[in-house]
């Protein structure tokens, strides 16, 4: 339903003041948990879509009806029919006085749209940091009460080469082990065990369309991806798998991913453009280390098995 205004300007009924973040906030708030602040973070992210929508189509009726105004007024001429007697015909509110009423409550009316756009963006935008800020102190809390532990298995192929695997992990460890490889928290709490893909004909991809990823970008080559994991803010929009980088003897660091695959996560290396998960002896030899050193540490606990 709509109604017209004085000056011409139609309401509707249904337009929208905007959308509060609120309700996300109450629900980060209530639990301590990491999915729970995930699932707060999620719900903002669906509301902020559907606030900027509803604004958008707000602005869109506006122009609509500025448009249809300005016809109708054009259409309308305003003028007495011709040969009919003067004294006999009432007249014509001026169409120019008409015109600038008509515009004058479509300026405040854009203007007021505006305001509170700009009023719930900036609310969005503190609701969003709190709930970043938030993850990041439960991460870093949960990191220093309790170890992530790991299992590294390793397959010998030939006698100079393998093949490592680490037992998969659940639950809030993949985020736990993220900030701890990588100083950055996820995009997502269930990312690396997702193996969904758009395109049964592809793998899945390793990045998600968040945190400033196109929908075209989410599929780079390894020299790509290693960029946007080294890039990244505080977020970074991982999907299927933890990136590692491990020291160099010579001197910066290789990029190893670990990739899930069923059971395990799989290591891979960063080779040129792409991944290999047949690792030399050295390479091997060095990202066992890395996990090693982590242990000594007291950041994590590792358990080695040679298969």
């Known amino acids: 339903m709509s109604e017209t205004t004085q000056g011409g300007m139609v309401k509707h009924a249904g337009a929208s ?50 448009s249809f105004l300005l016809g109708a007024v054009r259409a309308a001429g305003l003028t007495p029919s011709s040969g009919a007697e003067p004294a006999l015909v009432t007249p014509p509110a001026a169409p120019g006085d008409f015109l600038r009423d008509a515009e004058d409550k479509l300026t405040q009316a854009r203007d007021a749209l ?18 970043r800020a938030t993850l990041k102190d439960r991460v870093q809390r949960y990191l220093s009460a309790s170890r992530p532990s790991l299992t590294l298995l390793l397959r010998r192929v030939g006698t100079e080469r393998a093949i490592l695997h680490l037992e998969r992990v659940s639950g809030d460890t993949p985020v736990l082990l993220c900030f701890l490889f990588a100083a950055r928290i996820p995009s997502r709490y269930g990312f690396l065990l997702d193996d969904a893909t758009e ?49 160099r003897p010579s001197g910066g660091e290789d990029f190893f991913r670990l990739l899930q695959r069923g059971v395990v996560l799989e290591v ?40």
């Open 17 to 66: 003041e905007g959308v509060s973040p609120d309700a996300a906030l109450a629900r980060l708030r209530a639990l301590e948990t990491l999915e729970s602040g995930y699932e707060a973070w999620l719900e903002l992210q669906v509301e902020h879509a559907a606030s900027r929508l509803r604004f958008r189509e707000e602005r869109e009726r506006l122009e609509q009806q500025g």
């Open 268 to 307: 891979e290396v960063a080779d040129g453009t792409a991944f290999r998960n047949v690792l030399s002896r050295e390479e091997s030899e060095r990202f066992a280390g890395h996990l090693l050193r982590l242990k000594l540490e007291g950041r994590i606990g590792l358990d080695i098995e040679v298969g």
């Open 199 to 247: 395109d049964v004909s592809l793998p899945p991809a390793p990045l998600y369309a968040d945190a400033g990823v196109a929908a075209d970008e989410v599929r780079p080559d390894a020299v790509g991806l290693e960029s946007r994991v080294r890039g990244a803010g505080e977020v970074v929009p991982l999907k299927g798998f933890l990136p590692v980088f491990v020291s």
């Open 114 to 131: 505006a305001r509170r756009e700009t009023e719930s963006e900036a609310k969005h935008a503190e609701a969003f940091a709190e709930i």
